[in-house]
T-cell receptor, first 114, second 113 residues
Framework: AQKVTQAQTEISVVEKEDVTLDCVYE???????LFWYKQPPSGELVFLIR??????QNEISGRYSWNFQKSTSSFNFTITASQVVDSAVYFC???????????FGTGTRLKVLA | DAGVTQSPTHLIKTRGQHVTLRCSPI?????VSWYQQVLGQGPQFIFQ???????GRGNFPDRFSARQFPNYSSELNVNALLLGDSALYLC????????????FGPGTRLTVL
């Protein structure tokens, strides 16, 4: 069975702090795809990053970085120097090969305080 | 370029009624997926369509149906509405390959009274 767990329900940080959002996934497939989406109060899910299971390196994109660890089935997402505009609910999602659906976690609400 | 658009933005219905939600994908995208997001939860997959054919279906009752038109826009229909159908309904589009990233619209918030 496939599953995504986001154990952090809500996180509060002060502006300019770094924050890491945790994601643990379950799948028996060897090929799969992991995503992070941001959902601001408006409701739209905004695509942030994608990682394929066969990619070798972790990456950085601006203030965003991610740490993919197959050994622990984790796909954590870090925002550096957080800003108030980063306040939103963040979802981790999994898609396995052979299916078309995304499996989402329950989300982590991030509050960045000025 | 315009993103995924959905209509209406909000909708209020009563139990037993029928509802139709609409979605227009990003230009050039041929695949549309529908998700239901209940308050406080992550989105749950309902359907995916590609080239007017259903390519995947989630664990939802037959009261839920959808279709895709030749211009790749899509409709989600829900019959015999229940209170539990109250949710944000999200549409996502992708170019068409199974490995493509899905891009989401703003959603339609359905309230069933």
């Amino acid at each position: 069975a496939q599953k995504v767990t986001q154990a952090q329900t809500e996180i509060s940080v002060v502006e300019k702090e770094d924050v890491t959002l945790d994601c643990v996934y379950e799948t028996r497939d060897t090929t799969y795809y992991l995503f992070w989406y941001k959902q601001p109060p408006s409701g739209e899910l905004v695509f942030l990053i994608r990682r394929n299971s066969f990619d070798e390196q972790n990456e950085i994109s601006g203030r965003y970085s991610w740490n993919f660890q197959k050994s622990t089935s984790s796909f954590n997402f870090t925002i550096t120097a957080s800003q108030v505009v980063d306040s939103a609910v963040y979802f981790c999602a999994l898609r396995t090969s052979g299916t078309y659906k995304y499996i989402f976690g329950t989300g982590t609400r991030l509050k960045v305080l000025a | 370029d315009a993103g995924v658009t959905q209509s209406p933005t909000h909708l209020i219905k009563t139990r037993g009624q029928h509802v139709t939600l609409r979605c227009s994908p990003i230009s050039g995208h041929k695949s549309v997926s529908w998700y239901q997001q209940v308050l406080g939860q992550g989105p749950q997959f309902i359907f995916q369509y590609y080239e007017k054919e259903e390519r995947g279906r989630g664990n939802f009752p037959d009261r839920f149906s959808a279709r895709q038109f030749p211009n790749y826009s899509s409709e989600l229909n829900v019959n015999a509405l229940l209170l539990g159908d109250s949710a944000l309904y999200l549409c996502a589009s992708s170019p068409g390959q199974p490995t493509d990233t899905q891009y989401f619209g703003p959603g339609t918030r359905l309230t069933v009274l």
